[in-house]
Structure formats: C-alpha cells, structure tokens
C-alpha cells in the first residue's frame, strides 16, 4: 500500500483544479440538458423542475450532510468539502457567463462533461476533500467498510435518473446515463483504497508526534 503525504500547496492546487473541473463539466450538462451525478443532479433536476439555480441549490442540499462529515470525517475534510461546495456553486454560476457554446452535440456533450465531472471528482478524493450530500456519505463508506465510494456513487445516480425519467427527453436520459456511468468508472477504478491511501501534511505532522511504541 502506498501512503501520500499531500504538501498544503498540493491540497489547495487540487481544490482549485478539482472543483474548476467539475464546475466546467457541469455548466456543459446544464446547457445541454442532461443531468449529472450525485447532488449536483439533483439540484439539476431541482433546476430543471422549478427554474430555480443551480448555484443556490446545490449549495443548500449538500447543508445537512455536513454533520455526518464532522462526526465520521473530522473538522479538516468537513471544512475543505464546504470550501469545494462554495468555490463549484460559485463557479458553475461564473462559468456560464465566461463561456458560452453556440452548439455542442448532446453526446460529445455526455462524453466530456462526465469526463470532466469524474476527473474532477477523483482529484478532490485524492485529497481529501468531498463535494458534499453522496461524496461524503461514499468516501465515509469506503473507509468504514471498504466500499468504493464510486460504486456507492452509481448507486444513488441510479435514482436520479430514475426521477428524471419523468423529467427529461428519453434521448437526454440515455445520454445521462452514459455521462454517470463514465464519471463513476473513473472514480472506481482509480480510487482504490488498497492501492492508494492519501493523507495532507497536517495529518502526516500529527501522526509523527505520536510516541512510538518501544
């Protein structure tokens, strides 16, 4: 097994790099009318159904999971997953007014946004730091009990599209589908506990003032 020891700087490059991604993977959903993964779908679906922004939503859903986080994960991810909540609520909002796509074809549209979205999720998780609601319930399952927290993903992905079946055209479905199924792969296959086990510079620092047995 193979422990990190991520540098300050290196936790903060991935913070800003990771939610930018999934900031960017997400406003391409949203101007194609596809639905993403984990909260981030749900406050699309939210939008999708009431008009409302996803920006304000998305930021209001994940309050809640924020307890579990202190209690299972410690003050220092549960502080770093509201930062990355704050920076892709604000982002996604920012975002769709510094670009705009005069066309973009739904399925390069569900190709690169889950690309994206995963890409973004899987640098966050190296790190440490959730996005909130089912990223923090799915990396607190796959410490506790050894479940990747990708397939714990896919799992409530599942009902998202389900409810959105009443929602969104079948074709954009199909396509959300395919989106889910790719952001999640890249999660599950290469955020392996057994093969990668990631801790910040301040857990390295309190780790090695402990004493050591003799």
């Known amino acids: 097994m193979i422990r990190i020891h991520h540098r300050l700087?290196?936790?903060?490059?991935?913070?800003?790099?990771?939610?930018?991604?999934?900031?960017f993977g997400t406003m391409i959903y949203s101007q194609s009318?596809?639905?993403?993964?984990?909260?981030a779908g749900l406050a699309l679906l939210l939008q999708y159904v009431t008009g409302a922004g996803f920006w304000l939503l998305f930021f209001v859903l994940n309050l809640p999971f924020y307890?579990?986080?202190?209690?299972?994960?410690?003050?220092?991810?549960?502080?770093?997953?509201?930062?990355?909540?704050?920076?892709?609520?604000?982002?996604t909002r920012l975002t769709s007014q510094w670009v705009a796509f005069a066309n973009i074809h739904p399925l390069y549209a569900a190709l690169?946004?889950?690309?994206?979205?995963?890409?973004?999720?899987?640098?966050?998780?190296?790190?440490?730091?959730?996005?909130?609601?089912?990223?923090?319930?799915g990396l607190f399952?796959?410490?506790?009990?050894?479940?990747?927290?990708g397939y714990v993903q896919l799992a409530w992905d599942g009902l998202i599209?389900?409810?959105?079946?009443?929602?969104?055209?079948?074709?954009?479905?199909?396509?959300?589908?395919?989106g889910a199924v790719i952001a999640?792969?890249?999660?599950?296959?290469?955020?392996?506990?057994?093969r990668y086990v990631a801790r910040s510079a301040d857990q390295a620092q309190l780790s090695s003032d402990r004493p050591q047995a003799a």
């Open 141 to 149: 399952l796959q410490e506790r009990f050894g479940i990747r927290a």
């Open 112 to 137: 690169i946004g889950g690309g994206l979205i995963g890409t973004g999720l899987l640098i966050l998780f190296r790190h440490r730091i959730g996005l909130g609601g089912i990223n923090i319930l």
């Open 67 to 91: 307890v579990l986080a202190w209690k299972r994960m410690g003050w220092r991810f549960t502080v770093r997953t509201f930062i990355a909540v704050c920076l892709v609520s604000a982002l």
């Open 33 to 39: 009318l596809l639905l993403v993964g984990s909260m």
């Open 161 to 178: 599209l389900l409810g959105a079946f009443f929602v969104l055209p079948l074709d954009n479905l199909a396509l959300s589908v395919l």
């Open 9 to 23: 700087y290196e936790d903060v490059f991935a913070l800003a790099l990771g939610t930018l991604l999934v900031s």
């Open 184 to 194: 999640n792969m890249i999660i599950a296959l290469n955020h392996r506990p057994d």
